[in-house]
């Protein structure tokens, strides 16, 4: 094996896990680096050289509008209990109520039971996603678990960092994206 650094410098990855999702050998694992950051590693002897992996990387140069002029918007939720409940005024909250009530699916971080942080997928309840971690999380299937939900014709609420919203967004078809709903958080 091989790492993707033979090419790339770390600085040019975010460990979104977008190419390890989209690799139809199953070529790239993210695996942790020496300071325990997950990163893409590439065996050789599986991959085809297909490309996917570059054309979905949230690092390439892009020049879409989209990616120039990001929309934020600031929430308070009405109920006080939520907001004590919530790292950043409630607003994941109002949104995963919403998406729920319409039998779409959420998809954010959560501590696993070895208090490891790891990207999970509901469609029941939103209250382990809420309270910010601090720690880069395992997206593990994630992703494609959101596509198969969107292609379902489900909502998806998909809450990350930037960098993974990023990788989502390259890995989901643009034809898939209107049922899409992201929720980036400042890391």
Request: charged letters at 25%; a positive charge; hydrophobic letters at 30%.
């Amino acid at each position: 094996m091989t790492t993707y650094f033979d090419t790339k410098d770390k600085k040019d990855c975010c460990g979104c896990t977008a190419c390890s999702s989209i690799c139809p050998q199953e070529a790239i694992k993210m695996k942790p680096d020496f300071e325990g950051f997950l990163y893409p590693v590439v065996d050789k002897q599986l991959c085809i050289n297909c490309g996917l992996c570059q054309t979905v990387c949230a690092f390439q140069d892009r020049s879409s509008d989209e990616l120039k002029k990001p929309l934020v918007y600031a929430v308070k939720h009405k109920n006080e209990l939520v907001r004590a409940n919530s790292s950043s005024g409630g607003g994941f909250s109002a949104i995963a109520e919403y998406i729920l009530s319409l039998g779409g699916s959420i998809y954010g971080a959560i501590f696993d039971n070895n208090f490891k942080v790891v990207h999970e997928r509901s469609d029941k309840s939103y209250t382990q996603f809420r309270g910010s971690k601090y720690v880069q999380s395992d997206m593990r299937d994630c992703y494609a678990m959101s596509k198969k939900d969107l292609e379902a014709g489900k909502k998806v609420l998909f809450t990350g960092t930037p960098c993974q919203i990023a990788g989502l967004k390259s890995y989901i078809p643009k034809k898939l994206q209107e049922g899409l709903i992201t929720c980036d958080l400042v890391c």
